[in-house]
């Protein structure tokens, strides 16, 4: 049986789905104007966190807390301790020392992909590793492709029960800054349960890890692998917890090596503007694409004459493309105006300014190539 399945669309269901996409297409644009929204204010609000933590950190060395401090945002740098103890999946017997252990456990299984086109739905079959067991009663064609297998086992997590850095304890706060990127692959002493083996490093009940069959499972650990490592977080007592600026935000860094406050910063400040562009990237792309759904039944209907059709819909693409980025950039205009109005205000004066003079050039000129007939005559 082929792993593919191609249902064809009738014209009916296809106007049906472009009437639909009109409305969705609708929603995509006001999630897109709110993302941006919500962006640009989120940009002026880091600039002045960002100005607010270059004027107010204190660059400290982590051997002792100095009381001075107390209630100070502060960067420190020194070796992430994370105690004595020693984190230990009993149920495995895999122990390490680390401030967080994970057990992921897979299961393989068929997925379904999905491609739409204006004409069609593509169903694609493959066969993957996944730590969720799919429900292959939902999938368009559900022969060959059954998934009867379960979970044995679960996820876990573990971690230390405290952090610090030199004499600084952290907070909490901090385990969620921490990436779990080591892999454990010494088995060697783990405790196998019945009909499993250790394979590949893995702990895995397939009969051959390198062809495994759907409903085999594998279980693999990994662990927070850390030395020296920078923070930044306000002092309380002898702990560091999140700073919170005037504006609200909640602020935690950790990161590796040594580094200084003014390092610190900067990572943070490169950091907010990328996820900025990012965002609003992701705003005007949505809008784009709702722009371009609103012609949907448009493109269906001539898409039945060749030549029409792709005329048309290139067409269209166009002017979703530039009505999208139209309105993209007026929403980010207003936002600026609104959010930062002394330099919205600017901008827009510079670009009331620019329109005034190209219309006055272009006035001034036109009387002079009228007034040539007038002086042969």
């Known amino acids: 049986m082929s792993d593919t399945v191609v249902e064809k669309k009738g014209f009916g269901t296809r106007m049906k789905n472009s009437f639909t996409g009109i409305f969705f297409g609708i929603i995509m644009v006001i999630i897109g104007i709110v993302v941006l929204v919500i962006n640009e204010r989120s940009n002026v609000i880091n600039i002045k966190n960002v100005k607010e933590l270059r004027d107010v950190y204190v660059d400290v060395k982590s051997d002792n807390v100095d009381k001075d401090n107390d209630g100070k945002l502060i960067v420190t740098s020194g070796t992430l301790g994370y105690g004595d103890e020693t984190l230990t999946d009993e149920t495995f017997g895999i122990s390490v020392k680390a401030p967080i252990l994970e057990r992921k456990v897979e299961i393989y299984q068929w997925v379904e992909d999905t491609e739409e086109s204006d004409d069609k739905t593509t169903y694609k079959y493959s066969k993957e590793w996944s730590d969720e067991v799919v429900d292959s009663s939902k999938f368009k064609e559900q022969s060959g492709h059954e998934n009867n297998g379960s979970m044995p086992y679960s996820n876990t997590s573990y971690q ?218």
């Open 160 to 377: 230390a029960k405290e952090l610090n850095v030199g004499a600084y304890k952290l907070s909490s706060d901090y385990f969620s800054l921490l990436s779990v990127e080591g892999i454990y692959n010494d088995l060697s002493a783990a405790t196998v349960p019945e009909g499993y083996k250790v394979s590949n490093g893995y702990i895995t009940n397939s009969e051959d890890s390198s062809n495994p069959k759907v409903g085999d499972v594998r279980i693999s650990f990994a662990y927070a692998s850390y030395s020296d490592v920078t923070v930044m977080g306000k002092l309380n007592g002898s702990t560091i917890t999140e700073y919170v600026t005037k504006k609200g935000s909640k602020i935690t860094y950790l990161t590796d090596g040594i580094h200084d406050g003014e390092y610190v910063i900067n990572s943070i400040e490169k950091g907010n503007k990328a996820m900025k562009w990012i965002l609003r990237l992701i705003g005007t792309i949505l809008i784009i694409a709702g722009v371009a759904s609103v012609f949907g039944p448009l493109k269906t209907i001539t898409s039945y004459v060749p030549i029409l059709g792709s005329i048309v819909g290139g067409a269209t693409g166009l002017i979703a493309l530039f009505v999208g980025l139209a309105i993209s950039l007026v929403v980010i205009a207003i936002s600026w105006i609104v959010f930062r109005p002394i330099l919205g205000i600017c901008l827009l004066v510079v670009a009331i300014g620019l329109i005034v003079l190209i219309k006055s050039l272009l006035s001034k000129k036109q009387p002079v190539q009228q007034q040539y007939p007038n002086n042969q005559q």
